[in-house]
């Protein structure tokens, strides 16, 4: 696949109004200030428009708007957001880990086998995800062998059913990323089918967007998802966003045979990455391995701070290779910070103009 430059250019026009404002919060203040000239609230309206459309309806200065939104935002990159796995199924211990450890958000995954069916049990959970504070959500739904795409279309429904109610509980408790997969369990895409898969993962997106929920397709190791090529059509012809195993790019034989590289997983669609999950590798039978160093992951790392994905699931599930992973990702954070400030002091010297 073509290479494209991925150097962060803060704002682009391709990018929608919920694009700018997830990774600019200081942004909307701009466009409060546009809102007059638009007539409306442009957030309320137009969130999930792409900018350049944006200016087209409501007749604004592309040039003059971008500038005004790169100006709030700073043009940096944000920090990442380190977020843990709900590994402990009290709440209270979930939380109180997360504080102790320096997690700042949660990434959690729905067990099919404990998901509310009744409204009381509907409200417990949303009560359990309250309690969880100032902590962010975002969430996950792992389900063995439940396929948007089945060949059979009772199941292919019976799985679209299944997310739409989750798409409706997250939505309850303000929640706004879904991650989901194609294929999972399976050991061959012979069950599925691609026409049915690409039209109802469409349709979820849709209703997604319509609870202001996104809906964020996860590359696996194996399977349609683990090919650059594939992956990129599921994306364009679904509208969904994106959400980068690292690790499953990395471990896939269409990486690792260099057919393709983990950047072909982003160049495409740079914009739409809106969640990472960071540890070394996946093996068969052991599952998600840590790294043993920085230079593990480093380069991956990088990738991800260059496209401004700000949410970085440690996606260990065992406290000691959990806090040896976060270790590692605050070295590599720590030696960023200090390697943007050494760039900005000389790029503040270089100004000075010398003394006559």
Same mark, same amino acid.
């Given at each position: 696949?073509?290479?494209?430059?991925?150097?962060?250019?803060?704002?682009?026009?391709?990018?929608?109004?919920? +694009?700018?404002?997830?990774?600019?919060?200081?942004?909307?203040?701009? %466009?409060?200030?546009?809102?007059?000239?638009?007539?409306?609230?442009?957030?309320?309206?137009?969130?999930?428009?792409? *900018?350049?459309?944006? &200016?087209?309806?409501?007749?604004?200065?592309?040039?003059?708007?971008?500038?005004?939104?790169?100006?709030?935002?700073?043009?940096?990159?944000?920090?990442?957001?380190? &977020?843990?796995?709900? %590994?402990?199924?009290?709440?209270?211990?979930?939380?109180?880990?997360?504080?102790?450890?320096?997690?700042?958000?949660?990434?959690?995954? %729905?067990? *099919?086998?404990?998901?509310?069916?009744?409204? &009381?049990?509907?409200?417990?959970?949303?009560? +359990?995800?309250?309690?969880?504070?100032?902590?962010?959500?975002?969430?996950?739904?792992? %389900?063995?062998?439940?396929?948007?795409?089945?060949?059979?279309?009772e199941k292919a429904q019976a799985a679209k059913d299944l997310f739409c109610r989750v798409i409706r509980l997250i939505s309850k408790v303000g929640g706004r990323y879904i991650t989901l997969h194609i294929g999972l369990g399976h050991d061959s895409t012979e069950p599925l089918s691609w026409e049915t898969t690409i039209d109802n993962l469409r349709q979820l997106v849709d209703y997604g967007r319509a609870m202001s929920v996104r809906v964020c397709l996860e590359n696996l190791a194996w399977g349609w998802t683990s090919k650059a090529n594939l992956f990129e059509k599921l994306i364009r012809r679904s509208g969904a966003d994106v959400t980068l195993d690292i690790g499953h790019a990395y471990a896939c034989e269409s990486v690792q045979s260099q057919q393709y590289t983990v950047e072909d997983f982003v160049t495409p669609h740079a914009n739409r990455v809106f969640n990472a999950h960071i540890y070394h590798t996946e093996i068969p039978g052991k599952g998600h391995i840590p790294p043993e160093k920085k230079e593990d992951i480093e380069d991956r790392l990088s990738l991800l701070k260059t496209i401004g994905c700000d949410w970085w699931v440690l996606e260990i599930r065992e406290v000691e290779g959990l806090l040896k992973t976060k270790k590692i990702v605050d070295e590599y954070l720590a030696q960023e910070n200090l390697a943007t400030k050494q760039m900005n002091i000389e790029h503040r010297t270089s100004n000075i103009a010398p003394v006559k």
């Open positions: 696949m073509g290479k494209t430059d991925l150097k962060q250019s803060c704002i682009h026009p391709e990018m929608t109004v919920l +694009d700018v404002l997830s990774r600019y919060r200081k942004t909307e203040k701009v %466009f409060k200030l546009y809102d007059k000239q638009a007539g409306e609230c442009i957030c309320c309206q137009a969130l999930f428009e792409p *900018l350049k459309n944006v &200016a087209a309806t409501y007749g604004l200065n592309m040039e003059k708007l971008l500038t005004d939104l790169e100006a709030a935002a700073g043009q940096k990159p944000p920090t990442p957001k380190l &977020a843990m796995c709900n %590994f402990f199924s009290d709440t209270e211990k979930l939380k109180k880990f997360a504080h102790e450890y320096g997690f700042s958000g949660i990434d959690f995954s %729905f067990d *099919l086998q404990k998901l509310p069916e009744t409204p &009381a049990q509907e409200s417990k959970w949303v009560k +359990d995800i309250s309690a969880l504070g100032s902590l962010e959500v975002r969430y996950h739904c792992p %389900f063995d062998r439940i396929d948007l795409g089945h060949d059979d279309p």
